[in-house]
């Protein structure tokens, strides 16, 4: 044993243990844990390269974000115009099938009830920014088969001499523009 330890009485001994003791104690449950402890990856600083691609990451989204709202926002609009031409369309064909009916003398003229007036409302302002709507083109790819309906062939006709499938054509002609059509009456 140490020399000083062997020269004291048992007290001292005791006193000298517990002193251990309680030094150990102290370092096992003060420094050891701060010995141990996990840094957290948060909470060191990042690098410039990794901030700079989060932050370029962040501003795509945004953008993202931005593009996507106005999307939204235009074809909300389109379909409020779209809707309002479909409205007077309805009106005007209410309005030939009413005065086709009083030709054909299946309703007598005094008895005639007109269709209701429809109104055409103006868009909200929000949305209308004016966002040019174009019109729906006649796509190249489509004529042929446009001409062939227009020289009375079925659709199953114009898909075998075509070779394109049957749903196809019938989409494509039930798709017509409305202004082709109406040219052709």
Known sequence: MVPFLSQSTPFNQFQWLLIVLAVGTLFYTVVRPAMK??????GRPASYGALSHERNVERQMQNLLVELSEMARQISAQLDTRSQKL???????????????????KQPAAHTNPPPQREWTEPVPSMTRSIPIPEPAVETTHQPVYDLADQGRSASEIARELD??????????????????????
């Open 37 to 42: 402890k996990k840094k957290d990856p948060l």
């Open 87 to 105: 409205e007077m369309l309805i009106q005007d064909a209410d309005e030939r099938i009413a005065a086709l009916k009083q030709l054909a003398g």
């Open 164 to 185: 394109r499938p049957r749903g196809e054509v019938e989409l494509i002609l039930a798709l017509r523009p409305v202004a082709r059509a109406a040219n052709d009456e």
